[in-house]
T-cell receptor, first 112, second 113 residues
């Protein structure tokens, strides 16, 4: 079946620290992979995506690389800001496209 | 439009009453998804559509939940005889193609009292 496992939070970092949020997946076939971010009281916003192995998605200083050999899509950012405080969700869409599978979310708080 | 529009933003229903939620997908998007967010973070899949056809309904509690996406109308999610455990935020999303990202609406917060 299809599933996404991401690291438990909450994560608290100081401003300018390095961020890694781990995400691994199980899927039949070759899924597309995504990171979404949710700010309080809002819907999910797409942060970045990758549709095939070795693709690197990047946006606003965040990066993630689609690793087929380790079935992973870890999110990284070199220097976090207070405005990055939010909940981050790793997700996959299976090749048939009928649904998205989400991880349980990782809450990030960045302190000045 | 350029964003997924969900209405209403908030809905309060007494237990046993009906609730109806609406979603206007982004123009040109063929796929619509409904998710229920409970316990702050968990996203539970309910149903998806490809145009007006049900694509996957494996997440729907069929005895009380129903959904439609008709041409030239907003999609809808209806809950007959709401229960306390239906209290959640319901998100709608749309995507253009079968393997692309989905864009999410701001959600409808349903409170059953």
């Amino acid at each position: 079946g299809n599933s996404v496992t991401q690291m438990e939070g909450p994560v608290t970092l100081s401003e300018e620290a390095f961020l890694t949020i781990n995400c691994t997946y199980t899927a039949t076939g070759y899924p597309s992979l995504f990171w979404y971010v949710q700010y309080p009281g809002e819907g999910l916003q797409l942060l970045l995506k990758a549709t095939k192995a070795d693709d690197k998605g990047s946006n606003k200083g965040f990066e993630a690389t689609y690793r087929k050999e380790t079935t992973s899509f870890h999110l990284e950012k070199g220097s976090v800001q207070v405005s990055d405080s939010a909940v981050y969700f790793c997700a996959l869409r299976n090749p048939t496209g009928n649904q998205f599978y989400f991880g349980t979310g990782t809450s990030l708080t960045v302190i000045p | 439009g350029e964003e997924v529009a969900q209405t209403p933003k908030h809905l309060v229903r007494g237990e046993g009453q009906k609730a109806k939620l609406y979603c206007a997908p982004i123009k040109g998007h063929s796929y619509v998804f409904w998710y229920q967010q409970v316990l702050k973070n968990e996203f539970k899949f309910l149903i998806s559509f490809q145009n007006e056809n049900v694509f996957d309904e494996t997440g729907m509690p069929k005895e009380r939940f129903s959904a439609k996406c008709l041409p030239n109308s907003p999609c809808s999610l209806e809950i007959q005889a709401t229960k306390l455990e239906d209290s959640a935020v319901y998100f709608c999303a749309s995507s253009r193609q079968q393997n692309t990202e989905a864009f999410f609406g701001q959600g409808t917060r349903l409170t059953v009292v």
